[in-house]
């Protein structure tokens, strides 16, 4: 019953296996192996059009260094006031692309409201040099309330980003989740509605680091091969990262990863919602669900092996819970078995 | 007969297997699993002391954060004129100490000279703010010319280090190489001799992707947990770290893997000493074997499936090429065989 | 009628002619000649106390360098939502600090509220390595808003920055408006109630170009000499500033100048007070004054010479205007006439 | 008899007096007056072309800010070894630029020589991502050596620049002096020789701090309103630099000063070539003079009041001293009289 998080589940077997299939023999170092030039023509048949591939070790790399791409002095990059990228990466964005600030854009469930868009990115008028200027806007789909951007969505946030001349980013660590919610194809979730630069997450969906930065608008690309190096990110056997993907993309392995993950979610959601001592925060659809536990439930499942995290209440609903109750998160992953989730839900009755 | 570069090796299956048998179940991510602390534990007896240890992604993360946890505004460092941090990091330390300058200190061999360093050390007198201040010496153990300070020579810098109030910085890219060459303990080759800090490499030697910033002097970690965030070097499965070092120094493995490339570098030195084609450019005794062969024979070699790299020729011997001559770095690894390095020398006759 | 800016005004004539005074001669560069140690002893005199002091160029300088003083990777700094730092200094904070974070709290009247400001602390448990550390908390006195913090209002913030174990920086660009408006002293408004480190502001105020960091706490020191230099902003002639500011302090110019300006400023309340056509939009006691004016009344005042920016309506206050209205920031310097003042207050009725 | 340095003397009069002119009035702040657009306008003048101009406050800035302006990630900087951005800035080039690395080319005289540039340029193939990528050339006009490079000399370098596809920056901190040596036009020592960018330093020269960014190539323009202003180097009430550059440009006052420092120089050229105590270090043609004293010479003009400094031996030349002899410099200004210069001659009989 581990749902603290999907990064506390190891790796998929096939793609450990690969692990041990292409450890021998000798490849060319630093992202010019066949395996690593093969790795990237698949990014090209995935997204249906030719994309350029980084591969970096973290979800944060790829965020920072998507954002150093696009950097530019005295530019100020909108995400949303609880974005991964300001709430829980240390400054990393904004040390990699040397101080960028971060402005957070409110909005209920996760997503950035359209209209509090505007208006942020309405404040930097053209040539205030004091504000500084709009860079960049970046969303993380799924969001990290386990929400998902519908297509509409992201390409109202798409127009706003191409009518402020600024690249659109979207932080993908829980990609193929969110994929998989909206039943799209990739190409359809990223550059089909304004989509300029992707961090492609494999790691919280059973890689055990397999990250990537996808560029969809070639012009962004030019300085990252300088900008991931500078930044000590260029991994010398880089094939053990391509090695991952093969296995991970083998037979659509990845979307598979992602629906069992998101099925788990589905049954602990279907659950919450016919329990009478416990209920859904609010709605999700990728594999993350937020629970409102009755306090007693919630010790007596920790105490049974459960484990998860509490989780502060949203400022935009301040009254949720009741004096008995306590906020959770629960994180499903590939790992999550139909048993685990039962055993869980067995608790909450 | 790959002599390219060591990270041209895959990985050893031990540690490839390693990766299979961890990726089952749930482990605390960022740091903190059992594992982790199990393999931090296994630092501390292998260095005889209780030391700091921070998992990054590359051995230019690992410099530079080293670098970067002795930081101070205005820093000088000073490394050998061709050492790896200022020659081949594309300004990562640099950048990732927020502008610390590398101070080029000339040295035959790829060593520092003692009184070069000195020299260097002393143009920056205390409290002068324009010149900057000294921050940190930093030297390469074994060298990018394969050789191995030795332990005096080390115990001299360090002293020197010392005597400037700085910490001393090992860049142990090669660091399993550089011990077995020394017939020594990690003590004795490091804080014993005035190492402060230390990157511990483990990929050039038979890891996928490991290295670690080990810290002999505590008060130079506490920064460090930030630094290595800040950075985007903090993995989420740290495990698969771990688990390729559990391997790694299971029944010294990795003593073993650095004494099977040192062997195959001795053997190509004493084929090449009894060539009457080529010969030794100078003196190594790690895994990299620096050859003057004629430029008919490496030809041949390369078109026999042979790789390795053109070297330039030193500054301190600009006449060292005969005509007809080429200057070649022979790389060996964990992984070279010795019917490998039979066949290479086969073409040498 | 200048409203516009503080920084529209020239010099005051006692000032510039003593940088013509102190034009001949020589004395020594980089903030070492004699009239440079007899400023710094007048900082001590004012402060009553031993400070250090930093002459810099300008307050984006003096404010960035001042966190720089203090900072630490990771390290969040809490401010104002609507401080100069955040708003008006395109990223130089986070820039010369290499990347902190300008946490923004909100507070009426451009005041910290300190419940705000403890719950906001309150989001970084130590040893929280993902979402960054505390590092300071800046105030600005004056305030953006044109009010003025009172001691005990400061005391609060103060012992808030004492609990959390991080330095209290105040951004006093109009530092002088403020204290004579409280008319209390340099040292009570700063480092009795908790004040490590002052940007101490002339410019605003009747210098040409003359900004200081004013070190409370020693401890903070340290770096400064070097972190001022690297950021490019150690002066040679730096008497120019301190020829300056000896005019400046000269039978306490400085408060006269201030008190010039809050009178006006007064002047300009008042009338508004009794407007028909127009009103105080919320009550401040610096040099700054904010008007809900009929946008006619506007209209005329601007074709009549009178210079003033229309200001944005606060968030805490979204209905304030009326539909003829416009809000107005109206500043008043050293340089400021009662002439002027009545002038402007002649076109309000 | 101060020959310490150029920045030991305080402003000319008529740079002095014209900041008590403009004192009074208001003024657009931040570049914006009528006065910033006049002397923006000067320049265009001075330079035969539309040039860009950006006022910022010392030297350092200046050099700074121009190579952050053709920054790029990984970028490296080629300069003389003993250049001012590499020896006295404390690193400010490379903070600025978020870690330009500066790259020490050889050369005598402190000039760069061009095979040495061309060779240096040439260990940075395009594409190389480990060594970093060519970025800018800086010189140094005059050099810190005292000498000028001819308008010859300067094309040479251009034409490497050009070829390498990099930007030619002029640190002109001592511009006008190697002007005056040259007898040529502004336009002949930059633009028309190569020098796309230059730190336009007039401090050194009679201002009290005027310094300015001067583009002649628009493209490299772009970013310098965003660099400058984050870097705190935007003034609010520039036209306190308009202002000293208005009396400096006046009647060609900055010729005329310059003529007069580099006058006191030559006297004193004169002097140690027909001394039979001292003689001429080194050739030099702007107000740098560099002299070998005897010891006991030194000693007594040093007691007599004179005020210059010990100069370190140049590497190329290590044994040009004689046991009872030292190496000094001597910088003369507009502020040096003949009767300063007169009498430390006749100490030197």
Redesign the interface.
Known sequence: M?F??D???????A???S??R?????????GTSDLDRRIEQRFNDIFERDVQVFF??????AN??SL?AVG?????TFCHSEAHV???????P???T?????Y?VEGSAGKMNPDNLKAAIGRFPP?A?????PMAVTMTQATEMGTVYSLDEIAVIGDIAKGARVPLHMDGARFANALVALDCTPAEMTWKRGVDILSFGG??NGC??AEAIVVMNPDLAA?L???R?????????T??ISAQLEAYFEGDLWLELARTANSAADRLRSALASSNTSRIAWNTSSNEVFAVLDKAVAKKAEAEGA?FYDWPVPAETPDMLGDNEVLVRLVTSF?TTQADVDQFIDLLR
Do not use: M
Not at 22 to 30: D, M, P, R
Not at 72 to 76: A, D, E, I, L, T
């Open positions: 581990y603290a998080s990064n506390w589940a190891g790796a998929h077997p793609i450990a296996e692990l041990v292409e450890a021998t023999g000798y490849a060319a170092a630093y970096v070790g973290t979800g944060t790399a920072s260094l150093a530019r002095p005295g530019g100020v300001v709430a829980d990466e240390c400054g990393a904004e040390f990699l040397s101080a960028t600030r971060l957070p040539g040099v004091h504000q500084g200027r790691t919280k055990w680091c300085d091969p300088f900008l190096k500078r930044s000590a990110q260029l991994f010398s056997k094939r053990f484990r790992a």
